[in-house]
């Protein structure tokens, strides 16, 4: 029989704001429990892209494993976060694959090809809509989450497509969940103009444009998208907490906002691209390695 004793890796200490590289699971096992006030995230979308990463999210065969992999990282999420704290979700959808394993180039938007897709999920069609947003909303809320309000997020510049039996989709879904029944919300911090010149509680549609970067991850939140969230969950100085960091955009707004981040991402490019962006002298970075 062999025997090897596991250490259990030390506590991270949250001072200031950092940068994490690591697998988001076995990273945020290492953050204190209740520490941070807000998450504003957006996972990989599933079968939509390859980033080239051992461990990543977005690939899974089935999915079942893609929505339960999300689930459970919430969940270890949600350990963290405070108990008055919330959580913005941003999740796309997808069209079925028709058992093809690639995705075809758009002559409007080239980059969407892919060498490598999942199958149809069991009991969808060819050509079907899969409602990947819901789903994961609703296994979420019945993980233990309060599902809160479902925001649209209306592109008005939204990437053309080349279809001409559906209508071209221009918006995406951002989800409010919370740790608990009450919860911080200033709702005036938050405010949107009416029409008549006042201001009037937000609504849950917000038409924000997408931002193009000239950066190498390709799918960045627009700020506009994440100022609104920080500023009605947090206070000043607060932490916010992404764990699909990617090239740092949360933690940009948090800068400017005057709160704290954690920001935790599996592709070292991207890390560096983050830290870069935030600048380096300012910021701690810790490397972590998934055992």
Same mark, same amino acid.
Request: proline content about 7%.
């Given at each position: 029989?062999? !025997? ?13 704001s950092?940068?994490l590289e ?21 996972p ?9 990463i051992?461990g ?15 689930v459970?990282v ?18 796309g ?15 409007k938007?080239?980059?969407r ?54 209508p071209?989709?221009? @918006? ?12 911080? !919300?200033? @709702?005036?911090a ?5 029409l ?18 000239? @950066?190498? @991850? ?17 206070r ?9 960091f ?13 709160r ?17 962006r935030?600048?380096?002298l ?6 972590l390695?998934?055992?």
């Open positions: 029989m062999k !025997y090897e004793a596991i250490a259990i890796p030390e506590p991270i200490a949250m001072d200031d950092i940068v690591g697998d988001a699971m076995h990273v945020l096992s290492r953050l204190p429990p209740q520490s941070v006030q807000c998450v504003v995230t957006s990989p979308y599933w079968g939509l892209r390859d980033y080239g051992a990543q999210i977005g690939l899974e065969e089935t999915l079942p494993q893609f929505l339960n992999r999300l459970a919430f969940a270890e999420v949600r350990r963290v976060l405070r108990d008055d704290g919330v959580l913005w979700l941003n999740i959808d997808g069209y079925t694959s028709g058992n093809r394993g690639y995705r075809a180039p758009d002559k938007n080239p980059a090809a892919m060498s490598v897709r999942p199958d149809t999920p069991e009991g969808l069609k060819p050509k079907d809509l899969m409602g990947i947003p819901w789903r994961l909303a609703f296994a979420m809320q019945d993980d233990g989450w309060y599902l809160r309000s479902d925001i649209v997020w209306h592109k008005p510049n939204a990437m053309p497509e080349s279809v001409k039996d559906r071209s989709r221009s @918006h995406e879904f951002l989800f409010m969940l919370t740790k608990s029944e009450r919860y911080y !919300y200033d @709702h005036q938050a405010q949107e103009p009416a008549n010149g006042a201001s009037r509680n937000r609504r849950s549609v917000w038409s924000i444009n997408t931002q193009a970067t000239d @950066h190498a @991850h390709a799918a960045m939140f627009p700020p506009a998208l994440i100022e609104p969230c920080i500023l009605s969950t947090t000043e100085n607060d932490f916010v907490l992404d764990p699909f990617g090239s740092g955009t949360v933690g940009l707004v948090c800068q400017k906002l005057a704290r981040f954690v920001g935790i991402e599996l592709n070292p490019d991207y890390a560096d691209l983050a830290v870069e935030l600048g380096a300012t910021h701690k970075v810790m490397r390695k998934a055992a």
